[in-house]
Protein backbone atom coordinates (compact mmCIF):
# COMPACT_ATOMS: atom_id res chain seq x y z
CA UNK A 1 0.00 0.00 0.00
CA UNK A 2 0.89 3.57 -0.77
CA UNK A 3 -0.20 6.00 0.77
CA UNK A 4 0.12 9.91 -0.63
CA UNK A 5 -0.53 13.08 1.22
CA UNK A 6 -0.88 16.67 -0.83
CA UNK A 7 -0.01 20.52 0.80
CA UNK A 8 0.53 23.44 -0.62
CA UNK A 9 -2.60 24.83 -2.31
CA UNK A 10 -4.49 27.90 -1.90
CA UNK A 11 -5.61 30.98 -3.01
CA UNK A 12 -3.41 33.23 -5.43
CA UNK A 13 -3.83 36.46 -7.93
CA UNK A 14 -3.37 35.76 -11.65
CA UNK A 15 0.38 35.27 -12.58
CA UNK A 16 1.43 34.64 -9.19
CA UNK A 17 3.22 30.91 -7.98
CA UNK A 18 2.26 27.95 -5.61
CA UNK A 19 4.68 24.90 -4.87
CA UNK A 20 2.61 21.78 -4.43
CA UNK A 21 3.82 19.08 -2.54
CA UNK A 22 3.04 15.87 -2.51
CA UNK A 23 4.39 13.49 0.49
CA UNK A 24 4.82 9.27 -0.10
CA UNK A 25 4.50 6.88 2.41
CA UNK A 26 4.33 2.83 2.85
CA UNK A 27 5.54 1.02 0.00
CA UNK A 28 7.84 3.41 -1.87
CA UNK A 29 10.21 0.94 -3.32
CA UNK A 30 6.80 -0.71 -5.15
CA UNK A 31 6.46 3.02 -6.65
CA UNK A 32 7.62 3.10 -10.53
CA UNK A 33 6.59 6.77 -11.75
CA UNK A 34 4.63 9.35 -9.84
CA UNK A 35 2.27 12.39 -11.07
CA UNK A 36 0.15 15.26 -10.92
CA UNK A 37 -3.05 15.66 -11.71
CA UNK A 38 -6.02 18.09 -11.60
CA UNK A 39 -9.74 18.59 -11.92
CA UNK A 40 -11.67 21.51 -12.69
CA UNK A 41 -15.44 21.46 -11.47
CA UNK A 42 -17.77 20.39 -14.19
CA UNK A 43 -14.21 18.59 -15.62
CA UNK A 44 -13.05 15.11 -15.68
CA UNK A 45 -10.21 14.90 -14.34
CA UNK A 46 -6.67 15.31 -16.73
CA UNK A 47 -2.88 14.84 -16.19
CA UNK A 48 -0.60 17.35 -15.71
CA UNK A 49 3.16 16.11 -15.67
CA UNK A 50 4.89 12.72 -15.12
CA UNK A 51 8.24 12.25 -13.12
CA UNK A 52 9.75 8.43 -12.99
CA UNK A 53 11.94 7.23 -10.48
CA UNK A 54 15.03 7.77 -12.56
CA UNK A 55 13.51 11.10 -12.49
CA UNK A 56 12.10 11.60 -16.44
CA UNK A 57 9.61 14.02 -16.96
CA UNK A 58 6.95 14.64 -19.01
CA UNK A 59 3.74 17.40 -18.93
CA UNK A 60 0.71 18.46 -20.62
CA UNK A 61 0.44 20.58 -22.77
CA UNK A 62 -1.10 23.16 -20.86
CA UNK A 63 1.75 23.06 -18.42
CA UNK A 64 4.50 22.90 -20.48
CA UNK A 65 6.79 26.05 -19.64
CA UNK A 66 4.71 27.37 -16.62
CA UNK A 67 4.95 24.08 -14.58
CA UNK A 68 8.08 21.96 -13.34
CA UNK A 69 7.83 18.41 -11.24
CA UNK A 70 10.18 17.64 -9.46
CA UNK A 71 11.20 14.82 -6.96
CA UNK A 72 13.25 14.53 -3.06
CA UNK A 73 13.86 10.96 -2.54
CA UNK A 74 15.12 11.41 0.51
CA UNK A 75 12.00 12.79 1.57
CA UNK A 76 9.72 10.10 -0.64
CA UNK A 77 7.90 13.63 -2.12
CA UNK A 78 7.47 15.06 -5.63
CA UNK A 79 6.34 18.64 -6.05
CA UNK A 80 4.56 20.78 -8.72
CA UNK A 81 5.67 23.83 -9.48
CA UNK A 82 3.42 25.79 -10.79
CA UNK A 83 3.98 29.58 -12.33
CA UNK A 84 2.07 32.32 -13.88
CA UNK A 85 -0.99 30.94 -12.84
CA UNK A 86 -3.99 31.57 -14.72
CA UNK A 87 -7.95 31.58 -13.85
CA UNK A 88 -7.91 28.39 -16.06
CA UNK A 89 -5.67 26.49 -13.38
CA UNK A 90 -8.34 26.68 -11.08
CA UNK A 91 -8.92 22.86 -10.00
CA UNK A 92 -8.08 20.06 -7.11
CA UNK A 93 -4.56 18.77 -7.85
CA UNK A 94 -4.04 15.26 -7.40
CA UNK A 95 -0.69 13.54 -6.80
CA UNK A 96 -0.72 9.94 -8.01
CA UNK A 97 1.00 6.86 -8.22
CA UNK A 98 1.40 3.89 -9.93
CA UNK A 99 2.82 0.29 -9.01
CA UNK A 100 3.16 -2.40 -11.05
CA UNK A 101 -0.61 -3.91 -9.78
CA UNK A 102 -2.22 -1.08 -8.54
CA UNK A 103 -2.75 3.28 -8.74
CA UNK A 104 -3.13 5.40 -5.76
CA UNK A 105 -4.12 9.05 -5.37
CA UNK A 106 -4.28 11.19 -2.75
CA UNK A 107 -6.88 13.23 -1.25
CA UNK A 108 -6.11 16.49 -3.40
CA UNK A 109 -5.30 20.32 -3.01
CA UNK A 110 -7.33 23.36 -4.09
CA UNK A 111 -5.67 25.61 -5.96
CA UNK A 112 -7.85 28.90 -6.67
CA UNK A 113 -6.42 31.97 -8.84
CA UNK A 114 -8.33 34.27 -8.64
CA UNK A 115 -7.73 38.54 -7.98
Known amino acids: QVQLVESGGGLVQPGGSLRLACAASGSISSINVMGWYRQAPGNQREWVAT???????TYADSGKGRFSISRDNAENTIFLQVNSLKPEDTAVYYC?????????WGQGTQVTVSS
Open 96 to 104: AARTINNAY
Open 51 to 57: ITTGGST
